[in-house]
């Protein structure tokens, strides 16, 4: 554990401290509501921060390519005639047609786009316009599909609209390397299952703000709680990554789906003893979780698409030396996983209905929500605007901006 002191200090003085109130306040109700909010974090936050979209393995082929829609723009990796992983923006030269309508799939050795026939080749320069004696020579490059920023990183494909604050992943994710080594990631498979999303009617950070703490678990998720008791830990963001690691408790599981994968989990080659016997996840500002498990590993991420609706993804990938009992294993952790999203998908909703209540008037946070704390301290650094009262109608950005430079300037 990297941060033993951290965790011992937390749990020492977990409830006796004397952090004031106001230190242990969330984000302020409007910045849920803020269609201007919401506007300036598709920039700083979505387009301007890495977003995980697939993993190589679920492109393994030449032609194969994933697209993925993130607060209006649009991604297109795909596996080229060499090998190589490449991003795009899902975006045809001519007239903005996407040029893949599929959200997966194999385009062979070349892209058509649908509208007028423009073709690409996979390296994303213009083969051919449709009917060329129509238009002017076009040079295949600058007329050629925009690239887009990536990066593999494990194994995991890493795109990112606009350039932005974070260094590349590799270095974002350095401090958890010599830990994450021994899962082999790069060397991860698909499911079967594909990418999954869905639609939900709160506020992104509502989702966070529930997933980005543990001090719910024994409460909230019996499943977990069985699976973890109090070893349960999350430490803080820093620097956009955060950790939380469980070792099981000790004995057999109360609960059916608990039980059988305490008892089917066998040990797995190349994982240490600790890692054996817990579940790992790493969280990446401002919107995604790597879910590392003995026999899996998932990520999970949420897009906004209007104040008051977001769109979940995720996926699910397996070890490549899965046999059957390893699979059974997945299985049950598949299991419990999926009631843990139901459960939380309540308290979500119910969190944001909240501020919607006469009576709301913020919240108070725990020494054992620090997850939350350091999160909206990341959202905070970005947004300062976010420690006082909603700006007036039109003023938001500019506001931001100023108290930034004050920030900057002092
Ligand atoms: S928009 Fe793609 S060919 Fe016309
Ligand atoms: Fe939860």
Not at 287 to 300: A, E, Q, R
Not at 315 to 332: N, Q, T, V
Request: glycine share 8%; net charge negative.
């Amino acid at each position: 554990m990297t941060n033993a002191n951290e965790r011992q200090a937390a749990q020492s003085n977990g409830g006796h401290t004397a952090r004031p109130h106001a230190d242990r306040a969330g984000l302020p109700a409007w910045s849920y509501f803020s269609a201007e909010l919401l506007e300036a974090e598709k920039d700083a936050l979505f387009r301007r921060h890495w977003q995980v979209i697939c993993h190589a393995s679920d492109i393994p082929a030449p032609g194969d390519f994933i697209t993925c829609d993130i607060v209006g723009d649009r991604a297109l990796i795909l596996r080229d005639g060499q090998g190589a992983i490449r991003a795009f923006h899902n975006l045809c030269r001519h007239r903005g047609s996407r040029v893949l309508g599929d959200e997966r799939g194999n385009c062979r050795n070349s892209i058509v786009c649908p509208f007028h026939g423009w073709v690409y080749n996979l390296d994303g320069t213009l083969r051919q316009a449709a009917q060329p004696g129509s238009l002017p020579d076009l040079d295949p490059v600058e007329w050629g599909l925009k690239p887009l920023e990536s990066e593999v990183w494990n194994g995991f494909v890493f795109v990112r609209f606009q350039p932005g604050p974070q260094p590349p992943v590799a270095a974002l994710m350095a401090r958890w390397e010599a830990e994450l080594s021994q899962y082999r990631l790069d060397r991860l498979l698909p499911d079967g299952k594909g990418v999954w999303s869905d639609e939900v009617r709160v506020n992104w950070k509502c989702i966070r703000d529930v997933d980005n703490e543990g001090y719910h678990v024994p409460m909230a998720h019996p499943g977990l709680d069985d699976l973890f008791g109090r070893n349960y830990f999350d430490e803080p963001f820093r620097e956009g990554t955060a950790r939380s690691y469980s070792r099981f408790r000790p004995g057999d599981g109360r609960l059916w789906s608990v039980r059988n994968y305490k008892k089917i989990l066998p040990e797995v080659d190349g994982l240490d003893a600790d890692h054996r016997r817990a579940w790992l996840y790493l969280g990446v500002f401002p919107n995604f979780v790597f879910g590392i498990y003995p026999d899996s590993v998932i990520f999970y991420q949420e897009f906004p698409v209007e104040v008051g609706r977001t769109i979940q993804r995720g996926a699910c990938y397996r070890r490549p030396d899965e046999d059957r009992r390893l699979r059974a294993a997945r299985y049950l952790s598949g299991r419990i996983d999926r009631i843990t999203s139901r459960e939380d998908e309540m308290l979500t909703q119910w969190t944001w209905e909240a501020a919607f209540s006469s009576a709301y008037d913020g919240v108070i946070l725990s020494d054992l929500e620090t997850g939350v704390k350091s999160y909206h301290d990341a959202l905070r650094g970005v947004f300062p605007v976010l420690t006082g009262p909603e700006p007036a109608p039109g003023t938001l950005l500019a506001r931001n901006a100023a108290l930034c430079d004050a920030a900057t300037a002092n």
